[in-house]
């Protein structure tokens, strides 16, 4: 079964300031990799996915992420965060074959300061 | 809006009840997912169903169930509630795996 590690619980950073939050992946067969934001009081927003090919993948409000198939992580970045920043991200993994369900990580809570 | 609604948006109910949390997935959608989602555990993944019939099922207690109705809308049928059932409880819906899921706003279950 796989598994995903979020390294960090809690990352403060100032704002405009760059960002990298860190997951790793634990699978033995192809995966499918997701990072997901949570807003207070909202559902999880798709921010970006790696399926196959080009190993960064570029997703929403300036945020990507690098896929390392040796150290079996898909750590996210930003180059200069902002306020509205401030959230709950999720990393998510699922198998490339079969059908089945997301398997988070814990989350880490991005908190912005001014 | 992103096309997922779950109903209610909060619910307290007392210890012992049964509760029914609802969720209309997005158009076209045929696969509807259950999460859990608390402090302590994070998101747990309860159920799912494709196209009315239920296709993996994860950390779901006995108490708990689900369906899928011949509409995709989906039902999740919480009894016996005790104080740690307390949580967030989403609902999602995905075309296939490699599109990822579309998640509602959730259900904050709040059980006094």
């Known amino acids: 079964a796989q598994s995903v590690t979020q390294l960090d619980s809690q990352v403060p950073v100032f704002e405009e300031a760059p960002v990298e939050l860190r997951c790793n992946y634990s699978s033995s067969v192809s995966v499918y990799l997701f990072w997901y934001v949570q807003y207070p009081n909202q559902g999880l927003q798709l921010l970006l996915k790696y399926l196959s090919g080009s190993t960064l993948v570029k997703g929403i409000n300036g945020f990507e992420a690098e896929f390392n198939k040796s150290q079996t992580s898909f750590h996210l970045r930003k180059p200069s965060v902002h306020i509205s920043d401030t959230a709950e991200y999720f990393c998510a993994v699922t198998f490339t074959s079969g059908n089945t369900p997301l398997v988070f990580g814990k989350g880490t809570r991005l908190s912005v300061i001014a | 809006d992103s096309g997922v609604t779950q109903t209610p948006k909060h619910l307290i109910t007392a210890t012992g009840q049964r509760v029914t949390l609802r969720c209309s997935p997005r158009s076209g959608d045929l696969s509807v997912y259950w999460y859990q989602q608390s402090l302590d555990q994070g998101l747990q993944f309860l159920i799912q169903?494709?196209?009315?019939?239920?296709?993996a099922k994860g950390n779901i207690l006995e108490r708990f169930s689900a369906q899928q109705f011949p509409d995709l809308h989906s039902e999740l049928n919480l009894s016996s509630l005790e104080l740690g059932d307390s949580a967030l409880y989403f609902c999602?819906?995905?075309?296939?795996?490699?599109?990822?899921?579309?998640f509602g706003s959730g259900t904050r279950l709040t059980v006094v």
């Open positions: 169903y494709y196209n009315g019939e239920e296709r």
């Open positions: 999602a819906s995905s075309v296939g795996p490699s599109y990822g899921y579309t």
